[in-house]
């Protein structure tokens, strides 16, 4: 017999581990701009107290176009769209029991970067909720999607202080969870933000 293929469109999420001046400067900025941050809660879903807008720094506004770009080849994603980067992006500074529900973004495109992470994943798993599940997902960052037979799956990211500068960006569609993190007093900081048609 012969067959062909249909091809279906499937785009991904996309990792990188920024410089390490690039990731200095981003966290410095990241710093600096609690002295002028403007709240953000009421633009987000998250549970989280302490959201802030966040100007991006130009090498950093430079860094997430290029790999807008590049994903946009990886996966033939909107090839024909044209595209901006939002100069405003937001700052998260979670806590412990803080999380963010299951959610997508507006735009074409999101983007997370760790900044800072407190806790030891071990430590996570180990507490007396997390121990004895079979599905541990205490701090993970989690996306979740169907599968071309109606499945719904997820992909838990595992995140670590390993993870710290390293940014992912995926589809704006993309559901995407964050759960709480039980075993440290500091904060778990994060910068997101999306890419919109222009």
């Keep these: 017999m012969n067959y062909s293929e249909v091809i279906f469109y499937n785009p991904g999420v996309l990792k990188i ?4 001046e690039l990731f200095l400067s981003a966290k410095s900025e990241v710093d600096r701009s609690m ?3 403007e709240k953000f809660n009421q633009n987000l ?4 107290q302490k959201e802030y807008s966040f100007m991006l ?11 807008y770009e590049d994903y946009r080849i990886r996966y ?13 992006a937001w700052v998260n500074y ?22 800072n992470i407190p806790y030891d994943l ?18 993970l960052f989690e996306f979740h999607y169907n599968t071309l037979d109606g499945t719904q799956n997820t992909c838990p ?27 440290s007093d500091g904060y778990r900081i994060s910068i997101a933000g999306n890419i919109y048609q222009s």
Excluded: C
């Excluded at 993870?163 to 704006?172: C, D, L, N, S």
């Design 17 to 20: 581990q920024l410089s390490p």
């Design 122 to 139: 071990e430590a996570e798993f180990n507490q007396p909720n997390v121990s004895e599940s079979i599905a541990k997902r205490a701090s």
């Design 57 to 67: 720094p130009k090498e950093l506004y430079e860094f997430v176009t290029k790999m």
């Design 94 to 115: 979670m806590k412990k029991h803080e999380f963010n529900p299951s959610h997508t973004h507006t735009g074409l495109a999101s983007y997370v970067i760790w900044v």
């Design 35 to 37: 002295m002028r941050a």
């Design 157 to 183: 990211l595992i995140i670590d202080k390993s993870w710290e500068g390293t940014m992912v960006m995926f589809p704006a569609v993309l559901h995407h969870t964050v759960y709480p993190f039980y075993s």
């Design 45 to 48: 879903v998250g549970n989280i």
């Design 76 to 88: 033939n994603y909107k090839p024909d769209i044209a595209f901006k980067v939002s100069p405003q």
